[in-house]
């Protein structure tokens, strides 16, 4: 028999692809050119795997993270299109998570509230800096408050987390 480490890229040992016989031997010049082969294909595929892996681990994290903060999240477009979200009663959206994603926000909010929040998202991007809008909004007969804080992402993107901010805004009036 005689065998070959498997190396990653970073030359961590990954496995070893090993030969047998029945009888005594080396490799002979064929077999080390096609055991070489096999190692980088191998090595590819099981760092794939372990990548597929981690990434799958580290998206299971943040949807449990998402899941935790007592906040909305939505994701949207340049356009203003919403890519996702992650609603909560505290925020009151008119529709469903299906309904809205897809659509425009100019379509789902309030106009004037809508053009507060289109300002902010241009000056998040232009800026690069967090943009906050805080806004009341009617339900019940009484006011309820709101905060939104928007950042612009990597990709042209913007991230909006809105929290329910009536007990405090309640207080500071009280």
């Avoid at 970073?10 to 016989?21: D, H, I, N, S």
């Avoid at 299109?81 to 505290?90: A, G, K, Q, V």
């Amino acid at each position: 028999a005689w065998s070959v480490p498997i190396f990653s890229a970073g030359r961590e040992v990954l496995g070893t692809f090993a030969m047998y016989y029945r009888t005594p031997r080396g490799p002979l010049p064929e077999e080390r050119r096609l055991s070489e082969i096999a190692m980088h294909i191998a090595s590819i595929a099981i760092e794939s795997r372990k990548n597929e892996r981690a990434l799958r681990q580290s998206e299971e994290r943040s949807r449990a993270i998402l899941r935790a903060i007592p906040d909305s999240i939505f994701l949207l477009d340049s356009n203003y299109n919403y890519l996702d979200c992650e609603t909560r009663t505290s925020c009151r959206v008119p529709v469903t998570r299906d309904e809205l994603i897809g659509k425009n926000m100019h379509d789902v909010l309030p106009p004037e509230l809508a053009q507060r929040f289109e300002q902010a998202f241009k000056k998040a991007s232009e800026s690069g800096e967090l943009q906050v809008v805080d806004y009341e909004f009617p339900e019940n007969g009484q006011f309820q408050y709101a905060e939104a804080r928007i950042v612009p992402t990597s990709d042209g993107k913007f991230m909006a987390v809105v929290r329910d901010i009536t007990e405090r805004k309640r207080s500071e009036q009280a």
